[in-house]
Nanobody, 125 residues
Framework: QVRLNESGGGSVQTAGSLRLSCVAS????????WGWFRQAPGKEREFVGV????????YYADAVKDRFTISRDNAKNTMYLQMDNLRPEDTAVYYC??????????????????WGQGTQVSVSS
């Protein structure tokens, strides 16, 4: 089974930037859309965004649209999440997962799997 590994988290101040990476252990990811979710303390894991298999189509949650950008480099088995203009409410553990069910555009947690271990993002005011 493919393994995903997130990295790039850290602590920044409001309006700062971070770039997260998600590396897959094999090329299974090429068969799937690839997404980012996040989970803040005491809250459920929520959709952040997803990128199509080719990387040409992306969807974002309203809360991050125009601030976050998802991309993927299939040759490097890697997906990225560029986060700009960060806010304290973006503080969470960020997870990447493969979309295993339904079509691109789904934002349901249940349609994703093969989760990585997560990377912590902390934004201070």
């Amino acid at each position: 089974q493919v393994r995903l590994n997130e990295s790039g988290g850290g602590s920044v101040q409001t309006a700062g930037s971070l770039r997260l990476s998600c590396v897959a252990s094999d090329r299974t990811h090429m068969m799937h859309s690839w997404g980012w979710f996040r989970q803040a303390p005491g809250k459920e894991r929520e959709f952040v965004g997803v990128v199509s298999r080719s990387g040409s189509i992306t969807y974002y949650a309203d809360a991050v649209k125009d601030r976050f950008t998802i991309s993927r480099d299939n040759a490097k088995n890697t997906m990225y999440l560029q986060m700009d203009n960060l806010r304290p409410e973006d503080t969470a553990v960020y997870y990447c997962g493969l979309q295993l069910k339904k079509a691109l555009g789904s934002r349901s947690l249940d349609d994703f799997g093969s989760w990585g271990q997560g990377t912590q993002v902390s934004v201070s005011s």
